[in-house]
Every structure is written in structure tokens, then in C-alpha cells.
């Protein structure tokens, strides 16, 4: 953690805030409402946690701009997105360590890689043949950078992370320990007795500024390439097979599965646990609440959710009984609606 200190009024020019209320010190450290202290900052974006205001210790809280704070005793930092700003201080305060230049003594690095002025390569990490490393670039302790690979200015390349043959990264790229960039895609070819692998030949093409979570994995094209387009942020265990298109600023949740070929939009978000069938079309700006599966097309923008609540099991077992009956229940109702429109004819009515 840094040593930094800052005052409200230097904190507010730094984050687009308003500073409403000056704490009596400088601010140095970022902390929960309920446990934060004398020169610690924290917020309040969820009304559910209102209550804690009266309680908190904390040196000052970032408010929105509507919520009242007559009588309190901590400093005011007033915005329209207190998490944001709580975002921007904690970075702040928090800045991440500068990796020293150059390559460690025991790293691999092929005669034909590039390697740019700034870029940091650490312990026991391989780059292979024709790869090119930008400038400012760190690239993790034992991590993988595949042959003819290329990776923009200020890339971060995590700890046993796997950037493999043939990926294009932007500019300011993240890829946290363990994920595995452009392995190959799931395709088998049914030969009757036995499947054979189909060549997996395109590659994965990375926008600026996108974030690739801890252990993901996305598979390059069959043919064609996988593209994640600008801005987008990937959380942890997510799997995006070959051919996948995603669009600038989509975000994605732990846990979701995406099929090959499927295309989705801009600004979509994707909560947890969400699964594509292939070759799907999403619209821009479409979102998806956690566990839904999605089967067909989204054409429109709007929230979508799929998928049984939680209830008690023996609630449960009733209704997976009522499931299984639903069919016949379907039927059953068309024959009495047959009937019903039978008897009307025939009565005039």
C-alpha cells in the first residue's frame, strides 16, 4: 500500500467529485463503512446499507448527490457514481507496483522475439519465435507467449498465463494468472466409431483496454478468428469458444459459457453463469441475469432471465411433478377448447 495522503478538496479535483464537507486529515486509505477509521474514505451506492451511516468512523464517505447528511460528523465527497469515484481513490491511494525493465536471467526468450524498450519479462517465462512484446509490456513468473504473438504497449500478462501462437492483443491488455489465450477450440468431427479433431486454425484478435479474468480460457477461430472487441472486462472462469465475436464494452461474469460462433453485441452484460448455444446473434445492449441460457436470437435490447428460482425441495419436487405433466396438460386443454368452440358453432352463441 502506498503512503499517499490527500486532502478531500484534492481527492474531489482528481475524481470529478464535489467535495460538500472537509475532513479534519488527510485521507490514506479506502475501507467498508463499517469498519473504516480515522483517515479512511468509503461510500455509500445501496440504500440497504444506509443504516451504517450513522455509525461509521470513517474519516469521510462518498455520497450521491441526493442523500442527506445533516449533523454527520465525517467529511462529504458528493457525486452522481460514488463507486466510480470510490474506484478512482482506491487507485489512488493503491497504485500498481512499476515492474523494473528488462528480462530475468532465467526466462526463455527466442532468438527472433522482440522484445520493446520498458517491457519486463520475469522469472521462468518463454517467449517463442517471431513474438513482439510492446513497450511497458510485463509479461508474469512462468507465463507463455506463443510464436508470431503480438502484444500492444502496456500489456499485463499474469502469472502462468497463456498467450499462445498466432493471438493479437492491444493496447493495455489484462490477462490475470492462468487464463490461457487462443488454445484450441472444441471441434471433432463425428467419423461413426470414433470422432476425429478438426484443425483449429484462426486465431484470437484483443481489442484496447480489455480485461481477460484468472483462469478463462478463449479458444481460437476454427477458420476464422475469436474477437473481443474493445473495452470489454471478462471476469474468472469464463469459456468463449472458437469464432466467438463480442462487442466493444461487453462485460462478462464468473462462470458463463459461450458457444462457438456466437456474436454478441456492444455494452451487453452477461451476469454469471450464463450459457449461449452456438451461432447465436445478441443485440447491443442486451443483458442477461445470472444462470439464464440463452437459445435463440436477441434482437432487441432489454433484461432477460431464464431458469427455475430457488425455492424449498419440497416445493421443488411438486412443481418438477407439474413439469413433467405439463404436455399432457397442453393437450388436454386444446381438445376442451376444440370442444368449447365445437358447442358454440352449434349453439350460435
Not at 480460457?217 to 475469436?226: A, P
Not at 474477437?227 to 465475436?245: E, F
Not at 421443488?316 to 405439463?326: G, N, P
Request: charge should be negative; aromatic fraction near 6%.
Amino acid at each position: 500500500m502506498a503512503d499517499s495522503r490527500y486532502t478531500l478538496d484534492e481527492l474531489a479535483a482528481l475524481t470529478g467529485s464535489v467535495c460538500e464537507k472537509s475532513g479534519q486529515s488527510g485521507i490514506h486509505a479506502v475501507a467498508p463503512l463499517e469498519t473504516a477509521g480515522p483517515g479512511e474514505i468509503s461510500f455509500l451506492a445501496n440504500r440497504r446499507y444506509r443504516g451504517q451511516l450513522a455509525e461509521t468512523q470513517a474519516e469521510a464517505v462518498i455520497l450521491p448527490r441526493e442523500e442527506r447528511a445533516e449533523g454527520c460528523a465525517f467529511g462529504v465527497l458528493r457525486a452522481d457514481n460514488p463507486y466510480l469515484v470510490f474506484a478512482r481513490i482506491a487507485w489512488l491511494l493503491n497504485p500498481r507496483p512499476v515492474p523494473v525493465p528488462g528480462v530475468d536471467r532465467s526466462a526463455v526468450v527466442a532468438a527472433s522475439a522482440q522484445i520493446e524498450e520498458g517491457a519486463s519479462v520475469s522469472a521462468q517465462a518463454v517467449i517463442e519465435a517471431d513474438a513482439w512484446i510492446g513497450p511497458g509490456c510485463w509479461v508474469g513468473p512462468g507465463s507463455v507467449i506463443g510464436a508470431g504473438v503480438a502484444m500492444g504497449a502496456g500489456c499485463r500478462i499474469g502469472a502462468n498465463a497463456s498467450v499462445l501462437a498466432g493471438s493479437q492483443l492491444g493496447e493495455r491488455v489484462e490477462v490475470l494468472p492462468g487464463a490461457v489465450i487462443g488454445s484450441a477450440g472444441f471441434g471433432f468431427a463425428d467419423a461413426g466409431d470414433h470422432w476425429e479433431p478438426v484443425p483449429q486454425l484462426g486465431r484470437v484478435l484483443i481489442g484496447d483496454d480489455v480485461s481477460i479474468g484468472a483462469n478463462t480460457t478463449v479458444d481460437r477461430g476454427s477458420q476464422g478468428d475469436t474477437r473481443i472487441g474493445d473495452g470489454c472486462k471478462i471476469d474468472n472462469l469464463v469459456q468463449i469458444a472458437h469464432n466467438v465475436q463480442i462487442g466493444e464494452h461487453t462485460v462478462v461474469a464468473a462462470n458463463a459459457g459461450i458457444s462457438g460462433s456466437t456474436r454478441i453485441g456492444r455494452y451487453c452484460r452477461i451476469a454469471g453463469g450464463v450459457g449461449f448455444v452456438g451461432h447465436l446473434e445478441i443485440a447491443d445492449g442486451a443483458t442477461f441475469t445470472g444462470m439464464s441460457m440463452i437459445t435463440g436470437n436477441i434482437h432487441d435490447a432489454g433484461v432477460y432471465s431464464s431458469g427455475v428460482p430457488l425455492m424449498p425441495t419440497r416445493e421443488w419436487r411438486r412443481s418438477a411433478v407439474r413439469f413433467r405433466q405439463l404436455d399432457d396438460m397442453a393437450r388436454r386443454l386444446e381438445k376442451l377448447e376444440r370442444l368449447m368452440e365445437t358447442t358454440k358453432d352449434r349453439d350460435g352463441r
